[in-house]
């Protein structure tokens, strides 16, 4: 298993931590594919009753690592390495959501961009009450991407992701759970504890019908899903090397990110 993640399995509840602390829990590409091939092994291991995903370090993640990106020159790529370097995120956000059992996001910090989104595509969501949650795709001259827009817009409503998304506002702990993008709002510090009794509280439930309910739920709630954003990836990968996109991240600073 990849150092970049933390794995504790433990009377049915699996803990999922992101261990970059000194980037910010950044998105690497190698994260991603990690976070993903977990995804796929939690969903094929046995006596999986709940998982728990969240951070080392203060903050979840500042989302996709916009550096390897500019190493990759990702104008030079061909359409069809573009297409598949954009799609990565949406396979994560797609394993995490295809999961059986009960997820839960623990939040602590600042969770921006792909890490709202992954975020988005768990069950349940807990955040501190001065953590935020921030997407700059826009501002970054790109197209919300990894399946999140139609995950933010039934969790918030049309109107309240299109200031999310497009406007760019900033959900902090009490309106983030106000919004509906968080369900639980706990002390600074205490987010992985919340997360650890909502998971025995699913341990403690009978395991088929919570299964069940929950993909009738996931069933109901993203039956257009497919419909929003089958061609995202292929947006992003074109607009990764649009002239305004690439002006945007040049001048997309530390200081923007939350520093």
């Given at each position: 298993m990849s150092e970049l993640l933390e794995i504790q399995a433990k009377g049915g509840i699996w803990r999922v931590r992101l261990n970059r602390p000194r980037e910010r829990n950044v998105f690497s590409l190698e994260l991603m594919r990690s976070l993903?091939?977990?995804?796929?092994?939690?969903?094929?291991e046995p006596g999986v009753r709940a998982v728990i995903l969240c951070?080392?370090?203060?903050?979840?993640?500042?989302?996709?690592?916009?550096?390897?990106?500019?190493?990759?020159?990702?104008?030079?790529?061909?359409?069809?390495?573009?297409?598949?370097?954009?799609?990565?995120g949406e396979r994560m956000c797609q394993a995490w959501e295809d999961i059986p059992a009960v997820t839960v996001a623990a939040i602590e910090g600042h969770c921006i961009g792909g890490g709202a989104a992954l975020a988005a595509?768990?069950?349940?969501?807990?955040?501190?009450?001065?953590?935020?949650?921030?997407?700059?795709?826009?501002?970054?001259?790109?197209?919300?991407?990894?399946?999140?827009l139609p995950r933010v817009?039934?969790?918030?409503?049309?109107?309240?992701?299109?200031?999310?998304?497009?406007?760019?506002e900033r959900l902090h702990g009490p309106q983030a759970l106000d919004f509906g993008l968080a369900d639980y709002l706990v002390a600074d510090g205490q987010a992985e504890?919340?997360?650890?009794?909502?998971?025995?509280?699913?341990?403690?439930?009978?395991?088929?019908?919570?299964t069940m309910s929950k993909q009738a739920v996931n069933a109901s709630a993203n039956a257009l899903s497919h419909i929003a954003s089958h061609m995202v990836s292929d947006?992003?990968?074109?607009?990764?090397?649009?002239?305004?996109?690439?002006?945007?991240r040049a001048s997309f600073t530390t200081n923007k990110r939350g520093q």
């Open positions: 993903t091939n977990t995804a796929q092994q939690i969903r094929d951070a080392a370090g203060p903050h979840f993640s500042a989302g996709m690592d916009l550096t390897e990106v500019q190493k990759s020159d990702v104008s030079k790529l061909s359409l069809a390495e573009r297409r598949r370097l954009a799609a990565l595509a768990l069950d349940w969501r807990v955040i501190s009450s001065s953590s935020w949650f921030w997407l700059p795709e826009i501002a970054l001259g790109l197209p919300l991407g990894w399946g999140a817009v039934s969790l918030l409503g049309p109107a309240k992701a299109k200031r999310f998304i497009i406007l760019g504890a919340e997360a650890w009794k909502l998971a025995q509280r699913i341990v403690d439930l009978p395991e088929v019908a919570v947006q992003l990968a074109l607009a990764l090397i649009s002239e305004e996109a690439l002006a945007a």
